[in-house]
């Protein structure tokens, strides 16, 4: 569930930013498209790792945030930004390497 394509980065964007609406978060997440965005919301929200506000004003807002349950997984997001600083330089080489000898598929 948290590690599916999507999931990470939704719940990585509103741990760090906070409360955002709908075009915030498609803005934060490059590639990602609007119906995709929207099924991925609609299952945080549905497994309680999101919480949806609607307010009925015109014209109508919705924001999105993580959740109290969502929160619980700060540390995992922390783990992973320290491995990422710690590791981007050896990710770039593996990559460099691999591009420089060919795909070994070909």
């Given at each position: 569930?948290v590690?599916?394509?999507?999931?990470?980065p939704?719940?990585w964007?509103l741990?760090?930013f906070?409360?955002q609406?709908?075009?915030?978060?498609?803005?934060?997440i490059?590639?990602i498209?609007?119906?995709?965005?929207?099924?991925r919301?609609?299952?945080?929200?549905?497994?309680?790792?999101?919480?949806?506000?609607?307010?009925p004003?015109v014209?109508?807002?919705?924001?999105y945030?993580?959740?109290e349950?969502?929160?619980g997984?700060?540390?995992?997001?922390?783990?992973?930004?320290?491995?990422?600083?710690?590791?981007?330089?050896?990710?770039?080489?593996a990559?460099?390497?691999y591009?420089d000898?060919?795909?070994?598929?070909?």
């Open positions: 569930m590690f599916s394509r999507w999931t990470t939704i719940l964007s741990h760090t906070g409360r609406r709908f075009v915030e978060l498609q803005r934060r490059d590639s498209s609007p119906k995709v965005l929207t099924q919301l609609r299952q945080l929200e549905r497994d309680g790792l999101v919480v949806r506000t609607y307010h004003e014209p109508p807002r919705v924001e945030e993580i959740s349950l969502g929160r997984l700060a540390p995992l997001f922390a783990h992973l930004a320290e491995w990422g600083t710690a590791n981007l330089e050896r990710v770039e080489w990559r460099r390497h591009d000898a060919g795909s070994p598929r070909g």
